[in-house]
């Protein structure tokens, strides 16, 4: 199975800033996760931070006459370690796949069973992949990018005030990091996942300054969480309320005050949704956010019985 496309890995994301920075500055919304996730990596290893033991590369695909026209990387530290699979034709996501399974099989990483992103990518990326492995798969959380180019605060607002966490709030913002994902699959109808999904370093963004809360006298009841700018947009998340606190606006309310922030400073702002989740849908469209696209994350299980083609599918 031929295809006139190229794909080259790399280990070192500022070379992939190098290589394919005029791609993602060409897309900075769409490709945001990919130029926040890769800026971020290069401060750190600028920084002297060693790499992590948890599988971490990017790939560049390029066409027949050698121009960039997307941008994998494999850098999710929990597992199962999801490829993100830009944009692009069907054969050159095969041929993704395919560069894929043979990087991870010589460097004995855990095999490829999630890839998350663009629809008709993911899909034929995972076709390839289930052909070499088997398997059966199935559609993890969907996803729905956003973006506000106004804000509508809300009003009246609610009692209480925005502010930065410091490290004096690190206990609380380790532990919402922790169940948001979980909860988040609850709050959209679904069974959380056995070993959810981690935020990360909580320490880390709060020494950033990447975490904001909303505190009314002194009781900390909402975190929304915003990226640094990278190619000039800003991507907001995670978004999170304890259920106790809930229904009272303050998501609306510091997503609102951080992303009208974000637009006096110059920069886009952006964030994702779970589809599913018909709470925050409302909530950003409230607020001035409109849909950009959707996105699909497909898991597989390489224990199963092999399933029909992903082509057989709706997509």
Request: hydrophobic share 45%; charged share 25%; with cysteine.
């Amino acid at each position: 199975m031929s295809s006139a496309h190229s794909v080259q890995f790399f280990d070192d994301p500022a070379a992939v800033l190098d290589v394919a920075g005029d791609l993602l500055a060409a897309e900075p919304v769409v490709l945001s996760v990919v130029a926040s996730v890769t800026h971020k990596a290069a401060r750190l290893f600028a920084s002297g931070r060693p790499r992590p033991e948890y599988p971490m590369w990017w790939a560049v695909v390029r066409d027949a006459s050698g121009v960039v026209v997307g941008v994998s990387m494999r850098t999710m530290a929990e597992p199962p370690h999801t490829v993100w699979v830009p944009a692009l034709p069907d054969d050159a996501a095969r041929l993704l796949a395919r560069a894929a399974l043979d990087r991870t099989d010589r460097a004995g990483e855990a095999p490829l069973t999630s890839a998350n992103g663009s629809s008709a990518a993911v899909r034929a990326f995972t076709e390839e992949t289930l052909r070499a492995m088997g398997g059966t798969v199935h559609e993890g959380r969907p996803d729905r990018l956003w973006e506000a180019t106004r804000i509508v605060a809300p009003a009246p607002a609610p009692s209480g005030r925005a502010r930065l966490a410091t490290l004096d709030d690190l206990d609380v913002v380790t532990a919402w990091f922790d169940v948001f994902h979980a909860e988040a699959d609850v709050q959209a109808g679904r069974a959380p996942d056995a070993e959810p999904l981690r935020i990360g370093d909580a320490r880390q963004r709060i020494e950033d300054g990447d975490v904001w809360l909303w505190d009314v006298d002194g009781e900390v009841v909402h975190l929304t969480g915003a990226r640094p700018p990278s190619f000039g947009v800003v991507r907001i998340g995670p978004v999170y309320t304890p259920a106790e606190h809930r229904g009272r606006g303050y998501a609306r309310a510091l997503v609102a005050e951080v992303a009208q922030r974000v637009l006096d400073a110059g920069h886009r702002v952006c964030l994702y949704t779970d589809r599913d989740n018909p709470v925050s849908n409302r909530t950003y469209a409230a607020i001035g956010f409109e849909p950009v696209l959707d996105q699909v994350n497909l898991v597989v299980d390489p224990s199963g019985v092999p399933a029909a083609t992903l082509a057989s599918r709706e997509s």
